[in-house]
């Protein structure tokens, strides 16, 4: 089941999928640690996961900061413009 989201609440964008290595390129509105659970939501994708890896010029974080630009892995094909919302 979907959650609907305020878009006021939304920490984050996709910038880029590459789908060879199931990565999203990620801009940050908000603060984001490894761990947390996350639904990236668009016009076709939905997608609820816990992020287990984050890496910022090829180099893993634990954390990253608003306006960072990031890479996160994705479970499943994530599109440009898709929205990123902190789930409970």
């Known amino acids: 089941m979907s ?3 305020d878009e ?3 920490i984050g ?3 880029h ?3 060879h290595l199931s990565v999203a390129a990620v801009q940050l509105d908000q603060p984001l640690h490894k761990g947390e659970k996350v639904h ?3 016009h076709t ?3 609820v996961q816990t ?3 984050m890496e910022v010029d090829h180099q893993s974080i634990e954390q990253a900061a608003p306006g960072d630009d990031l890479a996160i892995h994705v479970d499943d094909h994530v599109r440009d413009h898709d929205r ?3 789930e409970d």
Do not use: P, Q
Request: proline content about 0%; cysteine-free.
């Open 45 to 47: 994708t939905d997608l």
């Open 13 to 15: 964008t996709v910038t």
């Open 8 to 10: 006021s609440a939304a």
């Open 17 to 19: 999928y590459f789908g």
């Open 3 to 5: 959650t609907e989201h």
């Open 51 to 53: 992020v287990d890896s």
């Open 40 to 42: 990236i939501k668009g």
């Open 84 to 86: 990123i919302f902190r």
